[in-house]
């Protein structure tokens, strides 16, 4: 009897983002549990090898755990998708849209999901008094948040509790951003949803100690962010949530696994963001939600792997 040829995973790790070190963790993490599912496994790091040079005799599946840009923002995608080789997680649109923060609050207000206020910036650095004019048209007031249209993981986050807090938060992300979103603060519960094949698994609660649920807060121990599976909330608005963020990943045209992040403030819910490519390392959301609904993480990765595909 001939043996059965095992299938070949790539995990596609790391790359050129500034969330590299998490998609390091991420990627070792899945590819262990790739290996104890059977399967033949490869390591590709975008940052050592180009993308063309993947090849695609030798690989049938590929796992992406990357984060951040060129991993969640339709790069990566486009690339296997011109290599034909069926992959996991978002397709090329709905990655891009998902990562542009413009682009998904946009969809997110077509779709009747409520998203904290905001505007989009592309004035200098030096342009103060047009911004506070902008704030004020607008009728966002502080405490506002201020961010990068296309990092992932809280970077460059930071709330500022006046102008005066403002003026030198912009001014600094300026630097190294031609565009940023202001939008306004809202405080309450922070509660996350994981979305696995269209449908919700579950909400976690986070209280963290530091001033929001910021990198740190997210990815440290010493941090010591507090999880509270499941979210406090009545059965009724856990029920309300979920269907929330199974009605966004639908929006978005999502795939596979993917991440909503919500504030729960005066009984609503604001959709913050959703996130394509959700962190799965020891520390990360998905798989402690997976695991409370009696999912191990082997079997979690083993259902974004069975979804993979390419055209989606």
């Given amino acids: 009897m001939a043996k059965i040829k095992k299938k070949s995973v790539l995990v596609v790790l790391g790359g050129n983002s500034r969330e590299r070190e ?4 991420t990627g070792k993490a899945c ?5 104890d599912l059977n399967y033949k496994v490869k390591i590709f790091d975008p940052k050592k090898n180009n993308f063309e040079n993947i090849n695609k005799k030798e690989v049938d599946i590929i796992f992406n755990a990357l984060h951040g840009r060129e991993g969640e923002d339709g790069i990566a995608q486009s690339y296997f998708e011109y ?5 996991t997680h978002s397709g090329i649109i709905s990655s891009m849209n998902a990562m542009d923060k413009s682009i998904s609050k946009k969809i997110f207000i077509k779709n009747k999901i409520l998203t904290p206020r905001y505007i989009i910036t592309n004035l200098l650095a030096n342009e103060t008094n047009k911004l506070r004019k902008k704030i004020n048209k607008n009728k966002i007031y502080f405490p506002i948040v201020i961010k990068p249209l296309n990092e992932g993981s809280s970077i460059g986050v930071n709330i500022c509790e006046n102008f005066k807090q403002l003026n030198i938060k912009f001014k600094k992300l300026k630097k190294r951003y031609s565009e940023l979103m202001i939008e306004e603060f809202i405080a309450g519960q922070e509660i996350q949803v994981a979305i696995l094949n269209m449908k919700a698994l579950g909400a976690i609660e986070l209280k ?3 001033e929001f649920y910021d990198y740190k807060a997210k990815y440290l121990k010493s941090a010591k962010t507090i999880h509270v599976m499941p979210a406090q909330i009545n059965k009724k608005d856990y029920k309300r949530i979920l269907q929330i963020a199974e009605k966004t990943h639908l929006a978005l045209g999502c795939r596979g696994v993917s991440r909503c992040d919500f504030k729960f403030h005066k009984n609503k819910f604001y959709l913050l963001e959703i996130n ?7 520390l990360s959301l998905v798989p402690e939600i997976a695991k409370y609904c009696g999912l191990s993480f082997k079997n979690l990765i083993n259902k974004i792997l069975k979804d993979a595909s390419i055209n989606k």
Avoid: D, E, F, H
Avoid at 22 to 25: C, E, M, R, V
Avoid at 31 to 35: G, Y
């Fill in 31 to 35: 590819a262990k549990a790739i290996k």
């Fill in 276 to 282: 394509t490519q959700p962190g799965m390392t020891n």
């Fill in 83 to 87: 290599l034909k080789i069926p992959y």
């Fill in 208 to 210: 963290p100690k530091r």
């Fill in 22 to 25: 998490i998609s390091i963790l």
